[in-house]
Structure formats: structure tokens, C-alpha cells
């Protein structure tokens, strides 16, 4: 039985790294994706994760396998192309460490899933399976997602859900939301970030956003709020859980990593999001922001992702 299995998209990063004697912008390989960096921030933290997605048979795709199966993700529902291409993400960085991205994904290796090749023992035997909306942008991955989200579901697996949106993945704006929107139904518990509430509930106020989330029938959500923190609500109920206030060297993965942290502490609390007090919700967002907090500390998504060890003596230190 894994604790997170997640299904999507597992890319390279190559990010920005300075330039060359010539003058001209080094960009250094990163493996990424939204959901895999999910899955490395908590099989650092000691859950036992696995991943299920689509990859090219080049160099990359055997990068990220070996990847994946270093920082401790099972790697049987990742399937290996012929046909199709890695999906590479180029990201550029400010002084800030904000990030802007450039796509090779026409199609890239992980729109081509089909719910043949996901693997439904492994979708099958997790408490927690997470997506994001990467998946729901391109057939047939969109069929695959939702085709192993309602086997998960009547199984009594969690649906996590963070829609990440990445205006140059999408055709227009109209069909991101109709797209994102339309996984709401499915969804046990939700982490979008201040930027997004407006696309996903018509409501920009994070707190009104979580609210029209919960009364549409999902327990849980977290808003992420940059520097600030975050915002968890429960059953309407909201509370801002402040971060840690730490310069940040690379912003790649923050947010999966805030992830990965949330979902960690509620599977040690033992509750389901429905479950979940709001107080309890916010101990969750405050190891979401310790171990986004880490991860910021280091380049990269997935090699940045935190110890336990890290993360406890963080929160311990707290903002002093």
C-alpha cells in the first residue's frame, strides 16, 4: 500500500544557471514536474509514494526513471515512449528567484498517457492519489487522469488536487477553466495558489475562493499566499498560517514542496480532509511552509526537496 501515489507530468527543468565565457545563458538540468516534485517532498519526509505517468525512451526519460527511483518513488506506473519526447521546461530566473517558463510539449511524452497504460494496481492501493491539471490540458492524458481518479475513488483512495496552471500549456484562458474546473466534482482536498482563485471560483479574495471551494463539497483547501503563508479552511472556516521568512535562492517546487509537507502531516495525523479540524489544517500548512521554506533554500525542484531532519530543526528555529 503506497501513502501518495501521483499521476501527471514528469519533465526536465532546465533552469536558468548564469552564461558562458561567450556570453551566452547557461540553462542546468533539473528533473520536475508538479506532481513528481509532490511525490520527492514527501518520500523525503518518509511516506511511501509512487508515481504513474508517461516519459520519453530518450536520454531525459531515463534520467528522470533513475530520478525518481533515487529519492525513493516507485517507478512501476511510469511508462517509457518510443514514439514521444521527454517534455522539457525551460525556466528562466529573476534576481528575485521568480521564475518564467518556456514549453517543449507538442505533444510532449506525458500528454500521451491513455488510461490502458495507467497502472491500475498502483492507482488501487494508495491512500492518497494526487493530480494537478498539466494532465487535463491534451488527450488522451486527460481520459487517463480521469480514468484513474474514479478508480482510485471507489477504492477509498483521498483525491488531492492542485491545478498549477500554465497559461502557455492551455489555448485560452476559456477552456483552462472549463478544463480545471470540471475535475472540482471529484476532488477531496485542494491546494491552489493566490493567483489561481480567480480562475478556478470566480472569487480573486483567497478566503472567498476557499469558501465557494468548501460549499461546493471539498472539505479541505489551501490557498498558498507567497511570502505571507498560507490560508487553510475548512467546512467555510479559514485561517492564515504566516511562512518563514527566508530569501529564497530558486522558487521552482515551492509550491509542491508546501505540498508535499501539507500531505505529509495529515497522513500522520491519521485524518481524512474531511476529518480534519481547522486547527488541524493549519499544524498542516505550517509544515507545508517549513518544507517549502527548505526547498527554496536550494536550485531546483525535486534535488531541493528537504530531510525530515531539516524541516524539524526549521520549525523549531521558527522566524528568530
Not at 476559456?174 to 471529484?186: D, I, Q, S, V
Not at 471539498?218 to 479552511?233: F, H, N, Q, W, Y
Request: net charge negative; glycine share 10%.
Amino acid at each position: 500500500m503506497f501513502d501518495i501515489v501521483a499521476l501527471g507530468e514528469l519533465l526536465i527543468d532546465f533552469t536558468y544557471h548564469g552564461v558562458s565565457p561567450a556570453g551566452m545563458k547557461l540553462f542546468e538540468q533539473n528533473p520536475g514536474g508538479a506532481v513528481a516534485n509532490v511525490l520527492a517532498a514527501a518520500a523525503r519526509l518518509g511516506e511511501r509514494t509512487a508515481f504513474v505517468g508517461k516519459v520519453g525512451a530518450d536520454m531525459h526519460g531515463t534520467f528522470l526513471k533513475e530520478t525518481l527511483e533515487q529519492a525513493g518513488i516507485d517507478s512501476t506506473g511510469l511508462v517509457s515512449s518510443e514514439e514521444y519526447f521527454t517534455t522539457l521546461a525551460f525556466v528562466d530566473l529573476s534576481d528575485s528567484g521568480e521564475r518564467t517558463f518556456s514549453f517543449a510539449r507538442k505533444p510532449g511524452a506525458d500528454t500521451q498517457l491513455t488510461a490502458q497504460e495507467v497502472k491500475s494496481s498502483v492507482v488501487t492501493s494508495t491512500r492518497i492519489l494526487h493530480i494537478g491539471s498539466l494532465s487535463l490540458t491534451d488527450e488522451p492524458a486527460r481520459d487517463a487522469t480521469y480514468h484513474a481518479v474514479k478508480l482510485a475513488k471507489s477504492r477509498g483512495a483521498t483525491i488531492s488536487y492542485d491545478p498549477n496552471y500554465r497559461a502557455p500549456l492551455w489555448p485560452d484562458e476559456g477552456t483552462a477553466k472549463c478544463e480545471m474546473r470540471g475535475m472540482l466534482e471529484y476532488v477531496d482536498i485542494m491546494k491552489l495558489s493566490d493567483e489561481e482563485t480567480l480562475l478556478l471560483t470566480d472569487q480573486p479574495e483567497p478566503e472567498d475562493a476557499a469558501q465557494f471551494l468548501n460549499d461546493i463539497g471539498i472539505p479541505c483547501v489551501a490557498v498558498t499566499l507567497g511570502k505571507k503563508g498560507a490560508l487553510v479552511s475548512i467546512g467555510g472556516r479559514s485561517m492564515t498560517v504566516p511562512g518563514y521568512r527566508h530569501p529564497a535562492v530558486d522558487t521552482t517546487g515551492a509550491g509542491d514542496a508546501f505540498w508535499g509537507g501539507f500531505l505529509h502531516r495529515m497522513l500522520k495525523l491519521g485524518k481524512t480532509p474531511r476529518e480534519l479540524t481547522l486547527e488541524e489544517a493549519a499544524d498542516c500548512a505550517n509544515w507545508g511552509n517549513a518544507v517549502a521554506t527548505c526547498c527554496v533554500q536550494k536550485r531546483g525542484a525535486i534535488p531541493a526537496m528537504p530531510t525530515l531532519d531539516a524541516v524539524v530543526t526549521l520549525m523549531q528555529e521558527g522566524n528568530a
